[in-house]
């Protein structure tokens, strides 16, 4: 059985930066056929996709996080984190990580497409 448990989250301040992380188990990851995310869900709001790292190759960031955002794979650990800096109060929200072995680049950016999901991380940035 697939599990994806996270960890950190938290409490920052405006302007501050925070590392979220993944930790996969129960199935076969590969790194040439797995796409790797994170997905935000702020209260009254949809889940929304962040970032993904796509087969083992590219990453890729949602427009309003540009930059601010690194998503990073670590295969002998089997984890994939999300460093994130600059933030707002815009980025308060609960943030999961998701896998997925059949996306491609037109669909990797739709969160409702991932099959697998962690348990879900509040991140709240104080003003």
């Known amino acids: 059985q697939v599990k994806l448990v996270q960890s950190g989250g938290g409490l920052v301040q405006a302007g501050g930066s925070l590392t979220l992380y993944c930790a996969a188990s129960?199935?076969?990851?590969?790194?040439?056929?797995?796409?790797w995310a994170w997905c935000r869900e702020a209260p009254g709001k949809e889940r929304e996709f962040v970032a993904a790292?796509?087969?083992?190759?590219?990453?890729y960031n949602a427009n309003f996080v540009k930059g601010r955002v690194t998503i990073a794979r670590d295969n002998a650990k089997n984890t994939v984190s999300l460093h994130m800096n600059g933030l707002t109060s815009e980025d308060t929200a609960v943030y999961y990580c998701?896998?997925?072995?059949?996306?491609?680049?037109?669909?990797?950016?739709?969160?409702?497409?991932?099959?697998?999901w962690g348990q879900g991380t509040q991140v709240t940035v104080s003003s």
């Open positions: 790292l796509l087969r083992g190759s590219n990453s």
């Open positions: 129960g199935g076969t990851f590969s790194r040439h056929t797995t796409t």
């Open positions: 998701a896998a997925d072995q059949s996306l491609i680049l037109s669909s990797m950016r739709t969160a409702r497409n991932y099959d697998y």
